[in-house]
C-alpha cells in the first residue's frame, strides 16, 4: 500500500521535477529571456494598473489612489457626445481604406518581387521600396505639400500650364481619406513585403520544378504554390489588422489636419490628444484607449473565431 502511495506521489510531482530540470538543462536561455520578461511586466503589465483612471475623476494633486471614483461617467459621456459617431465613421473609414487598398498591395509587391530571377536587380527594388518606410512623417507630409499644395504644388503648376482650374486637394474633406491611404501605401507598402517574401522563402523549389514539368505557367504556380503557402501569413496578419481597426496613425493625421478638413480628420487619436493632453482632461483620455483597446480585442476574437470555423490556421 505504501508503495502505490510513494509511486502515486512521485507521478504527481514529475511534472514539477520536469520543469524544474527543463530549466536548469536550458538556464542560458531562460536568463536571455529574462530582458523581455521584465519589458512585459514593467511596460505592458504594469502600466494596465492606469486604467482605473478611466473609472475615476483623476486629479494629479489627489494621486491614483486619491482620486474620486466616478463609476462609467465618462464612458457615457464618450458615447454621448456628438463628436463620438463623427470621430467612429472616421476612424472606421481611414482603417477600411487601408484595408482594402493597403493590406494587398504588400503582397503583390512581394509576389511581383519573387518572380524577379535576376538577383542583383531584385536586390536593388527590394532597397527602393523599403526606403520610404524610414522616412518620418513630417517628410513624407512636406513631400506631399509641395506636390499638391494650390500656391507651390507641382501638379497643380502642372494643372494650370495645361489651362485647368487648380485643386485644392490638401483642404478638400473628400480627397483626405484617399490622401491618407496614398501616403500609407507609398511609405509602407515595401516594408510590409518583408514576412510575405519570407513565407515565399521557405515554400520548397521542388514543388515549382513538378508544377514545370506538368506545364504549369508562372501564373499557375503563383495561384496554385505560392498563394496556399503564404494563406497562413496572411490570414494571421488579416486578423492582427482588424485588431488595429480602432487606431489611426496619430502623427500622420494631426499633420494633414487643417481647419477645412476637420469633419473627416477627428479620429478617437486626435480627441485624446486635444482633450486629453491639451484640456487636462487625463480620465476622458484614458477612457477612450481603453475603449479602443476593447474593440481591438474583440475583433480579433470575432475574426479568429470565423477563420478557424472556416477550416484555416488562427492565430490562437
Given amino acids: 500500500m505504501s508503495l502505490a502511495v510513494s509511486k502515486n506521489i512521485e507521478k504527481k510531482k514529475s511534472p514539477i521535477i520536469t520543469l524544474l530540470r527543463s530549466i536548469v538543462q536550458h538556464r542560458w536561455l531562460y536568463v536571455l529571456a529574462i530582458p523581455g520578461f521584465l519589458y512585459l511586466i514593467v511596460f505592458k503589465y504594469f502600466p494596465m494598473w492606469g486604467l482605473l483612471i478611466a473609472f475615476k475623476e483623476y486629479n494629479p494633486y489627489s494621486g491614483f489612489w486619491g482620486s474620486e471614483w466616478v463609476g462609467f461617467k465618462y464612458f457615457i459621456e464618450l458615447f454621448e457626445s456628438r463628436n463620438f459617431y463623427i470621430m467612429l465613421r472616421n476612424t472606421l473609414a481611414i482603417n477600411l481604406f487601408g484595408l482594402v487598398f493597403m493590406f494587398p498591395l504588400p503582397i503583390i509587391l512581394a509576389l511581383m518581387l519573387n518572380e524577379v530571377r535576376h538577383e ?12 520610404p518606410h524610414f522616412l518620418s512623417w513630417v517628410v513624407v507630409v512636406s513631400m506631399t505639400f509641395f506636390l499638391l499644395s494650390t500656391d507651390v504644388g507641382i ?11 487648380t485643386v485644392m486637394f490638401l483642404s478638400e474633406p473628400n480627397y483626405f481619406w484617399a490622401l491618407l491611404t496614398a501616403q500609407n501605401m507609398w511609405k509602407e507598402a515595401g516594408w510590409g513585403t518583408i514576412i510575405f517574401l519570407a513565407a515565399m522563402a521557405g515554400v520548397d523549389p521542388q514543388r515549382y520544378e513538378a508544377a514545370v514539368v506538368d506545364g504549369a505557367s508562372r501564373w499557375r504556380q503563383i495561384w496554385h504554390i505560392t498563394l496556399p503557402a503564404i494563406r497562413p501569413t496572411i490570414i494571421i496578419l488579416l486578423i492582427l489588422r482588424l485588431g488595429q481597426m480602432a487606431d489611426v496613425g496619430f502623427e500622420q493625421v494631426i499633420l494633414m489636419t487643417n481647419p477645412l478638413v476637420t469633419s473627416v480628420s477627428e479620429v478617437f487619436d486626435t480627441y485624446v490628444y486635444t482633450v486629453g493632453i491639451l484640456q487636462g482632461k487625463i480620465s476622458i483620455g484614458v477612457t477612450v484607449g481603453m475603449f479602443k483597446g476593447v474593440v481591438g480585442l474583440v475583433l480579433v476574437v470575432l475574426s479568429n473565431y470565423i477563420v478557424k470555423r472556416m477550416g484555416q490556421e488562427g492565430i490562437y
Fill in 120 to 131: 542583383v536587380f531584385k536586390r536593388i527594388n527590394q532597397s527602393i521600396v523599403y526606403l
Fill in 155 to 165: 501638379i497643380n503648376k502642372l494643372i494650370s500650364e495645361f489651362g485647368g482650374e
